[in-house]
């Protein structure tokens, strides 16, 4: 498996512009989560889904941000409109979850660097 | 709710140093423990895991025994390498959690020769 792919790798927009990242899990996980991680705040969860719903989307900081996940294999979470203070790495990441013995353990991608100017 | 404190960093050692970097929890029920390793300008990848009490993780040289008693995860490598250059992330599920891993703030591991 190619692991949990992320797309684009570094992506640079004005401010106000519509930002879309993109996200295709490992096949077969079942749980789907998307992390923003900056200097300042660390790694912050903003939304997981499990079975192409979501779950828990307390950490998604505005209106502003909003997640789909049309189908197993692909999920986006856009920014629109975009603000400097959005600039952070956005990470992916998923797992099978569930099961015996807790091995819930997370694949993650490579994130994408988004620089809002 | 469920927390995870992790040693500030960074924590600077030279080659061949013992490294310690300690983690303690907070958590109803039987969590499962984590440590994941960020490499610069990657994403995070699990290092090692334990499930249950007195388990031990391991994996490259580095171990961590979950310890029930003292509520903590301590990761241990008895030699480091330039190569372990890195920032360390304890986390821990909660069964009743529905599989959402909650993560420490990360330690920065800088080796130097």
């Known amino acids: 498996d190619a692991g949990v792919i992320q797309s684009p790798r570094h992506e640079v927009t004005e401010m106000g512009q519509e930002v879309t990242l993109r996200c295709k899990p490992i096949s077969g996980h079942d749980y789907l989560f998307w992390y923003r991680q900056t200097m300042m705040r660390g790694l912050e969860l903003l939304i997981y889904f499990n079975n192409n719903v979501p779950i828990d989307d307390s950490g998604m900081p505005e209106d502003r941000f909003s997640a789909k996940m049309p189908n197993a294999s692909f999920s986006t979470l856009k920014i629109q409109p975009s603000e400097p203070r959005d600039s952070a790495v956005y990470f992916c990441?998923?797992?099978?979850?569930?099961?015996?013995?807790?091995?819930?353990?997370?694949?993650f991608g490579s994130g994408t660097r988004l620089t809002v100017v | 709710g469920d927390s995870v404190t992790q040693m500030e960093g960074p924590v600077t050692l030279s080659e061949e140093a013992f490294l310690t970097i300690n983690c303690t929890y907070t958590?109803?029920?039987?969590?499962?423990l984590f440590w994941y390793v960020q490499y610069p300008g990657e994403g995070l990848q699990l290092l090692l895991k334990a499930t249950k009490a007195d388990d031990k993780g391991s994996n490259k040289g580095f171990e961590a025994t979950y310890r029930k008693e003292t509520t903590s995860f301590h990761l241990e490598k008895g030699s480091v390498q330039v190569s372990d250059s890195a920032v360390y992330f304890c986390?821990?599920?909660?069964?009743?959690?529905?599989?959402?891993?909650?993560f420490g703030t990360g330690t920065r591991l800088q080796v130097t020769l």
């Open positions: 990441a998923s797992s099978s979850g569930g099961g015996t013995g807790g091995d819930y353990g997370y694949t």
């Open positions: 986390a821990l599920v909660n069964t009743g959690t529905a599989s959402k891993l909650t």
């Open positions: 958590a109803t029920g039987y969590p499962s």
